[in-house]
C-alpha cells in the first residue's frame, strides 16, 4: 500500500446522485472523509458526506477550491464537462483516468475502441446526416437503434428503426446531435460484469449478473446469471481484459449480450454500476467500497461471494411498496432520500437475499 | 405502518460517537435524514449525517432548535443528562423511553429491576461507605467488583476486591460515588443477546454472539456462540421479557453469562451494541437499521443470519493494523473517522465472514 490513502484523507466525488451517496458511505467506512461537487441543492450524496460544493461544473473557483479539499477525485457519471476535468487533473489525481472517460464519453469511440481490441460487439455506423443514415442502414440492417454518440442514459436520447419508415423521426428525434446506428443483436439474455483494477494493476471482478430492462431502465439484477462455465470466465476475461488495456483504475460495469455465437459487449461504464448493487448484501466488500478502495490505492476486495442475490430497483410509483416492502423477510430496502418521486426516476432498490 | 414515520422524515440522535455514525448510516439507507446533537466537533456521525448541532446537553436553546428540526428523538448511549431529557421529552418522542434509561442509568436500580423480575444476577449490595463495604463483603463474598453505580463504560470506575486488603484502594477508586458491589460469577463464557421490540410491541432478536473481553473492554464476538438449544432459547426468552417489561421500543444489549446453573444477567444497554457489529455482515437487516426501524415505528427486520461471523475491535494502535486487515479476504473492516489514536480507544472494527 506504498501509494495508499491513510485513513482521514478525503475522497473529493463528483456527481451528487444515489451512485455518489452509496460512494459516499463505502468511503466513510474505510474512515475517508468525502466532499461532494454537485450543483443541486439537499442531493442524495450530500446526506451522507461531511461536505457539499453546492456549484455548477463551469465554476472554476468552486472547482479550485474542492480540489483543494480533497486527496484524490473520482466521479459517479461519465458525462462531466470536458473544461472541469481539465482543470481538476491538473490540481489532483482523477481516477479512473481520461482515457476511460474519452473512450466511453462517446458510443461511437466505444464501440469503435473494443472492436479494435478484437471483442465483438453490435454492427455499427456513424450517422451525421439522413444520407449516412441511409448508408448505416444498408450496412447494419434493419431493425436498428438509433442513438446520440454523448449523453445518453437510461434509454434517453434513442430511437428504435424498425422499418425504413421510422426513420426521418428518429433522425428528428437526434436534434442534429451526432449519432451511431447500431444493428440489433440476436441475444437470449443480458448479463453484467462488475470489474475493478487497483493502482497496483490488481483487478477482481464480482460473479456476473442477469439483467432485465423495462422501458430502456434496469429492473432487476439477479446473481448468479444464467451463464455455462466458459461464459462466465469469457465475460470476467473480457472485462479484465478491458481494464487493463485503459489502464483503469476503479470500479466498471461491462453490459454483455449473451447469443449463441458468444457474448457481444453492449457498452462499459467508468463507474460503479446499477447492476453491481446486488453486491451490497451479496459480499463482504461491495461494489461502492471496492471503487474507494481502488482510488484511494487500497488492496482490492476479492469480490467473493456469500449469498445468492435479486436486485429490483425502486423506480417512480415503485416507493408506495415501500411499506410492504419493508415487512418482507430476507429483503434488504436501499432509498435514496429523494424529494421528488417522478416517473421513472430511480428512486432506491431492494436486494433481496437467497442464502 | 400506522404511526410510521415516511421516508425523507428526520431522525434525532443524541450522540456522535460510532454507534450514532452508524445508526445515522442506516438511517439514511431507509431514507430518512439524520441530525446529531454533540458537543464535540468533527465526531465520527457527523460525517454522514445532514446536521451536526454541535453544542452542549445544558444547552437548552440548542436542544430546542434540534428537537424542532427533527421528527424523533433517539440516542446512542444511556449516560445523557436527566435535564436534557426532561426538555426533550416534551418536544418530541424519545425512543427507547425513559424507563429503560432509569433503569440501566444505575447499576443497583438495574440489578434490582432484573431480579424483581425473577432473572439471574450475580449477588449484590449497595455500597455508600467502608461500613456498608464491609456489610456488602460479608453478603456477596469475595472476590467481589466494586462499581460506581452510575456513568461506568468499558471498564471504568471500577474496582476488583480480591482479599480484604483491597478494601480501602476500591473504596478511595470511587472517589465517593455511590457504588455496588458485585459477587463474582463462575462462569464458563459471556454471550450476549442484541434484541429489538418495534412500536407495535412485536419483538425480534438475534442470533446470540460469544464474547470476549480484555482489560475491560470487548475484543471479539463470535456468532453463533457456544450454547445449547435449550441456552440459546432461554436466553433469547429472557431477552423478549425485559423488553416487553420496560415496553421498551428499539435495540437493547442484553450481557449473559453462561453457568452450569443457567444462564445469569450481566447488564442490559437501552442502545445498539458493540457485541452486535457482527450483523452488519451476517444479517440482512442490521441491528442499527433494526434499531432505526423500530423508533419510526417501521416493520422490524426478522433477525435472520445468513453467514457465521467473528468481530475483532480495533483498539488504539490496532490500527496500525488496517493496511495488513484491508488485504485479508472475507474481511469487512468498519472504521470510524477518528482524527486521534489513543490506548484503549475503539477506533474501528473487522467482520470475518465464514459462510
Redesign the interface.
Known sequence: ?TD?LP??ATIGILGGGQLG?ML??AA???????CIFEPGGDCPA?????YHFQAAYEDEDALRKFAASVDVITYEFENIPTSALDLLETLKPVRPGREALRVSQDRLTEKTYLADMGLSVAPFAAVADAQSLEAAIAATGLPAILKTRRFGYDGKGQARIMTAEDTPQALADMQGAPAILEGFVDFSHEVSVIGARGLDGSVACFDPGENVHRDGILRTTTVPARLSAAQRSDAVLLTAQILNRLDYVGVMGVELFVTPQGLVVNEIAPRVHNSGHWTQ?GC??DQFEQHI?AVAG??L??G?R??DVVMENLIGDD?DR??AL??E?????????K?DTKPGRKM?HV?R?V?
Open positions: 500500500m495508499a485513513t482521514g451517496r459516499s458511505v466513510a467506512r474505510l474512515g475517508f472523509k468525502t450530500s446526506h451522507v458526506a461531511n448484501n463482504t466488500v478502495r487500497w488492496p476486495g476479492d467473493a456469500h449469498a416507493m415501500v411499506p419493508a415487512a423477510p430476507h429483503t434488504a430496502l436501499h432509498l435514496y432520500g424529494a432506491g436486494n437475499v442464502r
